[in-house]
């Protein structure tokens, strides 16, 4: 009798352990598609500085060209966007686990990037190109954040990115009217997530969606850390606009230091 309990509960611990494992392969292999297609994304806004920012001088009898091109890259990146999207959203529905939809949710991601960092490029040209450049491998580092790591460093990560981004803004701009409405809208967002993180604290990080209760942050979560990356992003938003374009280089990396100490942190706890 104990023979068979026994048998029993390692059956049922190896089934647990493969389940585990094929849900850690799937996280891991959708991590590699949104990388693969901030790698596409990269290359086409790539292709768009190099042939259109920075054109030789054979080359400039194509500017027109890519000028109407490039004026049209937004409409196509929505239209686009939203094809995918919805194509991506009704495989999801049919429950297929091979066929869930990402590889056209990451398309329409990417199409809907692709056309608004070139129209972006096109619009203000080499002033903005380098942070649209960069803004990519951005979003493929948290997307790298989301399904490695604990959900409460993706969500400070975010905090943190939209601070790094809006201090390049700054110093792009020098505080102008651009600046002032990405601060409003960035704190916004920031204070969205935080009263979203404080209503998952009181529910140990469960959410009910559609009847259905989702596990967004797992049982232990250390809430604090995004506490602190709300204050620390949102003083450094504010701070260049009492102190200046000089306070906006060191905030970078401020917010820089301050989000990589997190990575050591939450890289340890998950030995």
């Not at 590699?32 to 001088?57: C, D, F, K, P, S």
Request: hydrophobic content about 55%.
């Amino acid at each position: 009798m104990k023979k068979n309990e026994t048998q029993k509960a390692r059956t049922k611990a190896s089934e647990v352990r493969s389940q585990k494992e094929q849900m850690e392969d799937r996280a891991f292999n959708r991590m590699l598609l949104w990388l693969a297609g901030t790698v596409l994304t990269e290359v086409v806004l790539l292709l768009v500085n190099r042939y259109y920012i920075h054109a030789r001088v054979e080359e400039l009898e194509h500017l027109a060209t890519l000028h109407t091109i490039l004026g049209i890259a937004p409409i196509a990146g929505v239209v686009l966007f939203v094809g995918f999207l919805y194509w991506g959203l009704q495989q999801r529905k049919k429950g297929d686990e091979h066929r869930d939809g990402i590889i056209q949710i990451i398309l329409a991601s990417a199409f809907l990037v692709m056309g608004l960092g070139a129209f972006g490029m096109r619009l203000y040209g080499a002033a903005v190109a380098p942070m649209i450049l960069g803004i990519v491998p951005g979003l493929g580092v948290l997307m790298l954040v989301f399904y490695l790591y604990q959900k409460e460093f993706f969500v400070s990560a975010f905090a943190g990115g939209l601070g790094i981004l809006g201090l390049w803004v700054f110093r792009s701009t020098g505080g102008g009217t651009h600046y002032y409405l990405y601060l409003v809208l960035a704190l916004v967002i920031i204070a969205a997530v935080l009263a979203l993180v404080l209503k998952l604290k009181k529910s140990d990080g469960v959410m009910e969606i559609r009847g259905k209760k989702v596990a967004l942050f797992q049982p232990g979560a250390v809430y604090l850390t995004y506490y602190i990356t709300a204050a620390i992003t949102a003083v450094l938003l504010i701070a260049p606009l009492a102190l200046g374009a000089a306070v906006a280089y060191y905030a970078i990396w401020v917010m820089a230091a301050w989000l990589f100490i997190l990575a050591v942190y939450f890289t340890s706890k998950l030995m």
